[in-house]
Each structure stands twice: as structure tokens, then as C-alpha cells.
């Protein structure tokens, strides 16, 4: 119970930073509105062509924001040594991880949320009525992303070129999470029945355990210096 | 098709890639060990 | 670590396996009864890509070893193994393709294996370009363990995921390469060469082993001078 407390607070504390000045979400929200806005010329103002992509769209809109807001999250720590007085805290290593990791899932999740209105709107689809459905494939998705993310961004914050380092450690590596929300979100648009779903969903939960536990065993080592 | 193109064409691209990484092997490890002896040298002068 | 001497006879040894690899795949081994004579790009094929996967499985091991014990030893194995491995990989993939040319018609196909290979190997190779960006030495090899790690518990994942993506839209219309009960005289072709590949892959470990002595060498150099 102590345990969980300390991640609330870990978790808190970045959520509320983000809250005071908002800049990542800003950033984040204005890159996936570009993105989305962008896409529209690649794929010219063929409906059914837009129709055909747009789950690998959205995912893509998705995975490039997320490495933004992972990048400056991690970003903020090292600025004013807080990392140092993070580390400080008297807790266990994994409890920093998973507080960092749910304040990180937060802001994305929260970013996504806003895009998908957005999505359906600039492209015309109707996706209010497959909004639970999409969450069921977004929520675990995200996660390990998230996931994978928090412990990439930890080793790549002090880089010379970390900008470039995130995206080409952790994409590589979510390969089969990508693809799988990707192809879990084609049949959930198509308004195919949920079933056909959930192979892919069950990837997304196998991604997320094993990514989750292999990350809460590694993560002490990454912080000890 | 004549297939021999093929077959050649694989098997020495492969023995290419070997011989250069044999021969980038060697050439980084000897100038890792001109690194050290240059060390060496420099520290057995500043002793002396 | 080996002396020069055992390092030299295993240099001539695969030297050797390889020779003999070639005649056995070349002249022993008849052409494969449905694609014929080029078929025989197998032999070279199949034993890379296995040795590569021996190599990341070497990477795996050696970065747990590290992160449990802190030896300087099973970090520089698993460095060097995964840059072994990345050569191996490429080559495969390259072979593959130039395979794929005159067989399926095509340099490229995103088949199942095809695409989890090249995961792979970009997963190591962003392992490779982490290592030469951080600057201290143990903090460098205690994020590429990490990476190590997360790089083969992924590999069964990815497949998986690839092998989805191809079967539950697609009909099966890739061809496997190679007939699927192999002829015995080309297992004993295959196995020959796999032999070989594995003493390579054991002979260029050796040789990468000594660059990292010598650079361990250079940095407890430096450490002194710096005192």
C-alpha cells in the first residue's frame, strides 16, 4: 500500500507539472493535429483510399506524439539535477519507474482521447459508437508503449543525440505492438465483429507483460550511477 | 534463368562482407594498440 | 582468455570447414529437384541466419551475466557477439534476397521470417549505435544489457505478430524456400556448413575479444594517468 502511494505521488507530481504550464500536451496535441492535417495531402481526397488507412494513420499519429511527450518527460528531469532528487526518494527503484511510466501514459492517453474526435471529424468517420471498443485497443496499447518508453527515454535522456536515439531503439521494438493496435483498430473501423480483434488484443496484453516485467527488473540497474 | 549469376553473386558478397570485417577487425585493433603503447610510452616518460 | 596459438588453429579450422562446406554444398550435394541449382544458395543462406540467432542468444546470456555480476568480461563478449551478429544478419538478409530474385521473382517480400530478421537486426543495430554514443564505459554496458535483453524477449513477439499479419488477411501465397522434407544428402550439406559457420562465428568472436582487451587496456591506462 506504501508502495502503490509512492507511484501515486511519483505519478502526481509530473501530472501536475505538466498541468502548470502544459507544454508537452501542447506540443504534442498541435504535433498529432499536423500529422493528421498532413496526411490528408499524402493521401489526396480519395475517401476510400483514407478509409483503407486511417487505423495505420491514427497509429502513426499516435506513435510520433508519444515519442515527443516520452522525450521532454524525461527531458524535465534532468534540467535542475532533478533526476538526482528523484532517485533521493526513499522508495524502491521500481516505484520511480512505474509512477514515471503512469504519469507518461496519462498525458498521452489524455492526448489521444482529443485526437480521435479530431480524426473523426477531419476524415468524416463514425467512430462514437466504436469508442469503447477503440479503448479496449488503444488503453493496452498505449501502455506498453508507455512502457517500453519510460525505460528507453531513462537511457537515452543524457545522449548526444537523443532526439534521433528514442525513436530508433523504441520503434524497432514495438514493431509487433504497433502492428498489432494498427490491425486491431482495422476491424474495430470496419465494424467487424470484436472477436476477429482479439488475437491481436491478446499480443497487445502479451507485449505489455512481458515488456512491463522485464522493465521493473532491469530498471534499478539503469539509475544505480 | 540461368541461376549461376545468382549463386555466385551470394556467395561472394558473402566472402566480401567476411573479408571486410576481418580486415576492419585488424585494422581497429591495431590502432587500439598503437593507442596503448603511445600511453605506455608517455606514461613511463612522465615517471622517469 | 585463448592464446594466439589456439586462436590461430581455430582460424584455420574454419577456414577449412568453409572449404569443405563449399565442396560438399557445391558438388556433393545434388541440385534440389523443384527450384534446381539455386537452391544451393541454402547452404550459405540458412547457416547465417541460424548463427546469428546463436549470436543474439550469446548477446541475451552475456547481458544478464553483466547485469548480475558487473564483469567487465560478459560485457565485452556481448558486444562483440551482437556486432558479429548484425554482420551475420545482413548477409543473411542479403543472400536471402539475391535468393528470392530468381525463385520468387522478387528482390523483396514482406514474408513472415523476412520482415522478423529485419527487425531484428535493426534492433541491433540501434544496440550497436547506443554503444558508441554514451561515453562511460559501464553505463554503456549496462544500458546495451538492458537493450540486449529486450532485444531477443521481443524476437518471439515479433514473429508471432508478422506471422498474424501475413496469414489472417493474405492467403498463404509466399513460398517457403526449400522443398519440406529435405534430402538427406542435403542435410548433410546443410549441417556441414552450419558447422563451419559456427566455428567462424567462434573464430571472428575471438578476434573482436582482443580489440576489446585492448580498449579495456586503453581506458585503465587513461584512469592511471588521469590519478
Known amino acids: ?225 | 534463368m540461368n541461376p549461376w549469376p545468382y549463386i555466385l553473386g551470394a556467395y561472394l558478397l558473402a566472402a566480401a562482407g567476411m573479408v571486410c570485417y576481418l580486415v576492419s577487425l585488424r585494422r581497429r585493433t591495431k590502432a587500439m594498440a598503437a593507442q596503448v603503447a603511445a600511453l605506455q610510452r608517455h606514461s613511463k616518460e612522465a615517471a622517469s | 582468455m585463448i592464446g594466439r596459438g589456439a586462436e590461430r588453429v581455430l582460424g584455420l579450422l574454419a577456414a577449412f570447414g568453409l572449404l569443405i562446406g563449399l565442396y560438399i554444398g557445391f558438388v556433393y550435394a545434388p541440385p534440389d529437384a523443384v527450384q534446381g541449382e539455386v537452391q544451393r544458395i541454402m547452404y550459405l543462406h540458412v547457416p547465417l541466419i541460424l548463427v546469428s540467432y546463436l549470436a543474439f542468444f550469446v548477446v541475451f546470456v552475456m547481458s544478464i551475466l553483466y547485469l548480475l555480476r558487473r564483469q567487465e568480461r560478459h560485457d565485452a563478449i556481448a558486444h562483440s557477439s551482437a556486432e558479429i551478429g548484425v554482420l551475420f544478419t545482413a548477409l543473411a538478409i542479403a543472400a536471402g534476397s539475391i535468393w528470392g530474385r530468381p525463385t520468387w521473382g522478387t528482390w523483396w517480400t514482406w514474408d513472415a521470417r523476412l520482415t522478423t530478421t529485419t527487425i531484428l537486426l535493426l534492433i541491433f543495430i540501434g544496440y550497436l549505435m547506443l554503444r558508441t554514443l554514451v561515453d562511460d564505459p559501464s553505463r554503456g554496458a549496462t544500458f546495451s544489457a538492458v537493450l540486449g535483453i529486450f532485444g531477443f524477449l521481443d524476437i518471439p513477439i515479433i514473429h508471432m505478430s508478422v506471422v498474424w499479419w501475413r496469414t489472417l488477411h493474405q492467403p498463404p501465397s509466399v513460398l517457403r524456400p526449400g522443398p519440406s522434407t529435405v534430402a538427406p544428402d542435403m542435410q548433410v550439406a546443410l549441417y556441414t556448413n552450419l558447422a563451419a559457420f559456427v566455428v567462424l562465428y567462434g573464430y571472428f568472436l575471438v578476434k573482436r575479444l582482443r580489440l576489446e582487451e585492448a580498449r579495456c587496456e586503453l581506458n585503465r591506462l587513461r584512469m592511471e594517468g588521469v590519478e
Open chain 1, 1 to 225: 500500500m506504501i508502495f502503490v502511494g509512492h507511484v501515486m505521488a511519483i505519478a502526481r507530481k509530473d501530472l501536475l507539472a505538466e498541468w502548470r504550464n502544459r507544454e508537452s500536451f501542447t506540443a504534442m496535441f498541435y504535433f498529432a493535429f499536423l500529422v493528421l492535417f498532413l496526411f490528408n495531402f499524402a493521401l489526396g481526397a480519395d475517401q476510400a483510399l483514407i478509409r483503407g488507412a486511417s487505423s495505420g494513420l491514427l497509429w502513426l499519429a499516435f506513435t510520433f506524439t508519444s515519442v515527443l511527450g516520452l522525450g521532454r518527460s524525461v527531458q524535465g528531469e534532468l534540467e535542475n539535477d532533478c533526476l538526482e532528487g528523484l532517485l533521493l526518494y526513499p522508495t524502491q527503484r521500481e516505484a520511480i519507474y512505474l509512477g514515471k511510466l503512469l504519469g507518461n501514459f496519462s498525458v498521452i492517453l489524455v492526448v489521444e482521447l482529443v485526437i480521435l474526435p479530431l480524426f473523426a471529424i477531419l476524415y468524416n468517420m463514425d467512430l462514437w459508437s466504436q469508442i469503447p471498443k477503440l479503448l479496449l485497443i488503444a488503453v493496452p496499447g498505449t501502455l506498453g508503449f508507455a512502457a517500453a518508453g519510460t525505460l528507453l527515454s531513462s537511457m537515452t535522456a543524457g545522449l548526444r543525440a537523443r532526439e534521433a536515439m528514442l525513436p530508433f531503439l523504441l520503434f524497432p521494438l514495438t514493431i509487433p505492438l504497433i502492428l498489432s493496435a494498427v490491425k486491431g483498430t482495422e476491424v474495430v473501423l470496419r465494424g467487424e465483429p470484436f472477436e476477429l480483434a482479439m488475437p491481436w488484443v491478446k499480443l497487445i496484453a502479451a507485449f505489455d507483460v512481458v515488456f512491463l516485467v522485464t522493465s521493473l527488473l532491469t530498471f534499478e540497474y539503469l539509475v544505480e550511477e
